[in-house]
């Protein structure tokens, strides 16, 4: 069973920054991306940024020069640094990852339960 712990969450003010971070455990063959998502009220989860095995990055536009994914390998480990926080960019955050459970399947999408940034104005 692939479970998804993320940490770092919290609030700051704007200007501010914050570090997120999301470990895999559990049995399973690889990873073949991660990546955050986030979420406000009223809303649909939208991407933040995703990197994969091989290290290339996906980011919104609304965070490109800001925020930063980068990824640990051999720890199974995603880390997202945001800097220069906007109020906007509250909300609840989600780690992503698509792991193959075994070699030569299909990667399944996995999700964390979701911690929150809240940045003040």
């Known amino acids: 069973q692939v479970q998804l712990v993320e940490s770092g969450g919290g609030l700051v003010q704007a200007g501010g920054f914050l570090r997120l971070s999301c470990a895999a455990s559990?049995?399973?063959?690889?990873?073949?991306?991660m990546g955050w998502y986030r979420q406000t009220p009223g809303k649909q989860r939208e991407l933040v940024a995703t990197?994969?095995?091989?290290?290339?990055?996906n980011y919104a536009d609304s965070v490109k020069g800001r925020f930063t994914i980068s990824k640990d390998n051999a720890k199974n480990t995603v880390y997202l640094l945001m800097n220069s926080l906007k109020p906007e960019d509250t909300a609840v955050y989600y780690c992503y990852a698509a792991i193959k459970d075994s070699w030569g399947v299909r990667a399944n999408d996995y999700w964390g339960r979701g911690t929150q940034v809240t940045v003040s104005s």
């Open positions: 559990g049995t399973f063959y690889s990873i073949s991306a």
């Open positions: 990197q994969t095995r091989d290290g290339s990055t």
